[in-house]
């Protein structure tokens, strides 16, 4: 199975550079993504990192190390419009390769 | 263009009776999920179909029955629902099975009185 742990909140003030780590435990393993969520809306895909180093996507980051079974997602020049849920996900093993979402980090950015 | 859409966005119901949601996507995915999400936030995978065929049918009670009449369209019908049947529920679609990224559609906010 696939289980995977994060901070349930983290809190930084805007211009700030915050991280959110993701730990996972998996019976296969198929890259760590991450998506957002803000109240009351859809899910939406920020990265992917199907190998071990730092993918760059604007002010977003994720980073990826399989040996230590951790990423992260790093966040710099933080805006208000930050403030929202950010889920880690992986793939396992298994025809339908399913994507198992961790419990989410709620980041809340301060003035 | 909306990619992907479901309805109702707002479900509020009584116990025991029976609602369905519909999921529509408009990206030409294979692969269109449901997905529930808890009051916790914790998103947890229902179902899967990948070209009208179930792959993916997670430990959910039998009350619940996906229908796919074509590779676009994934329905959710729930029968004599239940107060833990309250969340929101997530339609999404894939490229293919495996594929990412995953695109959500808006929810369905389900609320059993």
């Known amino acids: 199975g696939q289980s995977l742990e994060q901070p349930s909140e983290v809190t930084a003030v805007e211009g700030a550079i915050v991280q959110i780590n993701c730990t996972y435990q998996?019976?296969?393993?198929?890259?760590l993504s991450w998506y957002q969520q803000h109240d009351g809306g859809a899910p939406t895909f920020l990265s992917y990192?199907?190998?071990?180093g730092l993918e760059e996507t604007g002010r977003f980051s994720s980073f990826l190390s399989r040996s230590d079974s951790y990423g992260y997602l790093l966040l710099q020049e933080l805006q208000m419009k930050d403030s929202a849920s950010y889920f880690c996900?992986?793939?396992?093993?298994?025809?339908?390769?399913?994507?198992?979402f961790g419990s989410g980090t709620q980041l809340t950015v301060l003035p | 263009d909306t990619a992907v859409s479901q309805t109702p966005k707002y479900l509020v119901t009584q116990m025991g009776n029976d609602k369905s949601i519909k999921c529509e996507q408009n990206?030409?995915?294979?692969?269109m999920y449901w997905y529930k999400q808890d009051s916790k936030k914790f998103l947890k995978i229902m179902f899967s179909?990948?070209?009208?065929?179930?792959?993916i049918n997670e430990t959910v009670p039998n009350r619940f029955s996906p229908k796919s009449p074509d590779k676009a369209h994934l329905n959710l019908h729930i029968n004599s629902l239940e107060l833990g049947d309250s969340a929101v529920y997530f339609c999404?679609?894939?490229?293919?099975?495996?594929?990412?990224?995953?695109?959500f559609g808006n929810g369905t906010r389900l609320t059993v009185t």
């Open positions: 179909y990948n070209n009208k065929e179930l792959i």
């Open positions: 996900a992986s793939r396992g093993l298994g025809s339908a390769r399913q994507l198992t």
């Open positions: 990192n199907a190998l071990d």
């Open positions: 990206l030409g995915h294979d692969t």
């Open positions: 999404a679609s894939s490229q293919g099975t495996g594929d990412l990224p995953l695109h």
């Open positions: 998996t019976s296969g393993f198929y890259g």
